[in-house]
């Protein structure tokens, strides 16, 4: 946990969509610690209140936990209400939900053979309904949460901050569906900022690394060994600083971004990736 001071987050609302999960409750963690009242959700409502007991104690602030579908939007309707009568309007609003599905997912990183027996690994074999509920999950679940909590904004200023990916700017093998729907965040969030800056409400993303979460975890271990995969190896040899990333080491960007510190910053994607975007592999 960073030790810089952020006094101007203070007595702030925050709503962190996804915030149940690993990245989410890390960055919750950061916000209670700076004085911020977080309302913390997930589609498991006992799940987010349990986690926002347990981190109201911990860090001594206000937490609360709701439960919602982020494409759901009278759900979200309702949070809103929930929020304004137990913490007031949102001043800061964390899309933090999203991840990716096995089924979208190809079972090959290039397609080699021309065997039609093994389409099915491929691209060819992909169920278009998983691709486009990856898709769905985590940019029309950046949309409609925006849209319904950033309206307490309107006249009053603060902060979106969205979740990007490095396979945005340059696309994972595999992970098709993901990588398309965080690309779409980029230019939303780019967007977004030019048509906000005059309610002085500003637009940004993360665009964490590689830390292992529930959602990728699948991806880059072994589900017997626990051990790293092959794939799993190769994106740390890509990455100079020769590892995966703690998700503490995603709270002081996520301060920043959140605070009067980049009060001249909007529409950016930061990288948050021990290098891995630098390095060209050579």
């Known amino acids: ?19 149940t999960g690993i990245i989410g409750k890390s960055m919750a963690r950061a916000l209670a610690t700076a004085g911020v009242k977080v309302a913390i959700a997930g589609r498991d409502h006992a799940k987010a209140d349990s986690i926002a007991d347990a981190l109201a104690n ?4 206000t937490v609360i936990g709701l439960g919602f579908d982020v494409l759901d939007r009278a759900s979200l309707e309702m949070a809103r209400e929930e929020i304004h009568a137990r913490l007031g309007l949102v001043d800061l609003l964390v899309n933090a939900a999203g991840g990716n599905r096995p089924a979208a997912t190809t079972g090959v990183e290039t397609m080699v053979s021309t065997d039609p027996m093994d389409l099915g690994a491929s691209f060819f074999g992909l169920d278009s309904e998983a691709f486009d509920g990856v898709f769905r999950l985590n940019f029309t679940g950046t949309l409609l949460p925006t849209q319904v909590f950033a309206q307490d904004m309107v006249g009053r200023g603060g902060v979106v901050l969205n979740i990007s990916s490095m396979s945005a700017d340059r696309p994972l093998t595999k992970v098709g569906a993901y990588s398309a729907s965080k ?4 230019n939303f969030t780019q967007w977004l900022a030019v048509h906000l800056a005059p309610q002085n409400i500003r637009v940004n993303a993360l665009a964490p690394g590689f830390f292992l979460t529930e959602q990728n975890r699948f991806i880059l271990t072994n589900e017997t060994t626990g051990e790293l995969s092959p794939r799993a190896h190769k994106i740390v040899a890509g990455t100079p600083l020769g590892r995966f990333g703690e998700v503490e080491e995603l709270q002081g960007a ?10 001249f910053v909007t529409g950016i994607v930061l990288p948050v990736d021990g290098g891995f975007s630098a390095y060209s592999g050579v």
């Open 254 to 263: 996520t301060l920043f971004l959140l605070s009067d510190l980049s009060k």
């Open 58 to 61: 911990e860090t001594g602030g």
């Open 183 to 186: 690309s779409a965040i980029n």
């Open 1 to 19: 946990m960073t030790s810089v001071s952020f006094t101007d987050l203070e007595g702030k609302v925050a709503l962190l969509t996804g915030g």
